[in-house]
């Protein structure tokens, strides 16, 4: 006989591991990949903080993209990917359902490039595990980066891409969780954009072993940031993080009165990390996770 666990529910008190700086003064670095035996992964810290996380079960329409810079979607079909442990097959079989996903869900969005996936696993054997430290993915630097070698076929088309004002250009994680059952093992919690400052937003370079470098964020902590997760999370819901938006960016260089086309746009940049649900029973099934990362276009 099967037994049903139903998950923690609510709000919770839980830590979040926040942005602390090198000791030495230097420039905060993330090493990716296989990192070398002796070298640490990063050369800078992080400072644990109680954070209260807000449910954001049953108030799912409320966070919009422009808004909070994160999206939660019910209800989804069913993927032709089962199984998720073959990158081939990831990108065969679900590559074009998460295509399809963004082109009908965010507004006016008209081309999407895929350009990787990571698939996380709670197990101590797991090349990738969930990330336990707030962070954004990309920076608006790493997005030009992004553009130029996934985006274009020449430097005049990326530079179009870049530089027109009337051309909206973003980075969208598509996250879903991989479990048979709901979520209750390190589930994933996400700040809304509108209430994270800029000075909070940390670059960070993100050093590739074959010399490519990239660039995340990491987060200090602002009491005034407004944290939310949703409780038992299922294969068929999805979240959107929006890692960058250069219509954010755009609505954030008016000033005063001056109203444009982005002036809704609210930060366009969501810090998330999976959390310690202090909750959580033993013997709960661990989380596995997928996250496919996407360039959107549009409108334009």
């Known amino acids: ?5 139903e998950p923690p529910r609510g709000d919770v008190l839980a830590s979040l591991n926040f942005y602390s700086p090198p000791e030495d003064g230097s420039a905060p670095f993330n090493l990716a990949g296989d990192v070398p ?3 640490p992964p990063r050369n800078y810290g992080s400072i644990p903080k ?11 329409s409320t ?6 810079a994160f999206q939660i979607l019910l209800d989804q079909p ?5 199984a998720f442990t073959d990158d081939a097959s990831i990108q065969t079989n679900y590559y074009p359902e998460v295509e399809h996903l963004l082109l009908t869900t965010v507004p006016g969005a008209t081309k999407i490039i895929i350009f990787d996936h990571t698939v996380r696993r709670t197990t101590p054997n797991a090349p990738r595990q969930p990330v336990a430290r707030v962070h954004i993915d990309q920076t608006a630097l790493s997005t030009r980066q992004r553009i130029r070698r996934h985006a274009t076929t020449s430097p005049s088309e990326a530079d179009t891409l870049l530089s027109s004002p009337s051309s909206r250009y973003r ?6 969780p991989l479990n048979t059952s709901p979520v209750e093992s390190f589930p994933l919690a996400f700040a809304s954009s509108s209430t994270l400052r800029d000075r909070d937003v940390v670059p960070v370079e993100h050093r590739y072993p074959g010399g490519y470098v990239g ?3 990491a987060i200090r902590h602002d009491p005034a940031q407004a944290w939310f997760y949703l409780s038992g999370m299922t294969g068929d819901e999805r979240v959107l993080l929006e890692c960058f938006d250069s219509a954010a960016a755009a609505a ?3 000033t005063g009165e001056e109203e444009g086309e982005w002036g809704e746009v609210k930060g366009g940049r969501v810090a998330h990390s999976a959390f310690e649900d202090p909750r959580t029973r033993e013997g709960a099934e661990k989380r596995e996770s997928i996250e496919v990362r996407a360039l959107v276009f549009g409108p334009c």
């Open 1 to 5: 006989m099967t037994t049903t666990h």
């Open 37 to 39: 035996p002796g070298l």
């Open 50 to 60: 109680d954070v209260l996380i807000q449910d954001a079960r049953g108030q799912e």
């Open 63 to 68: 966070f919009t993209l422009d808004k909070d």
């Open 78 to 82: 069913p993927s032709s990917e089962t």
């Open 171 to 176: 980075i969208i994680n598509v996250w879903r």
């Open 215 to 217: 660039q995340t964020a």
């Open 252 to 254: 954030a260089a008016l």
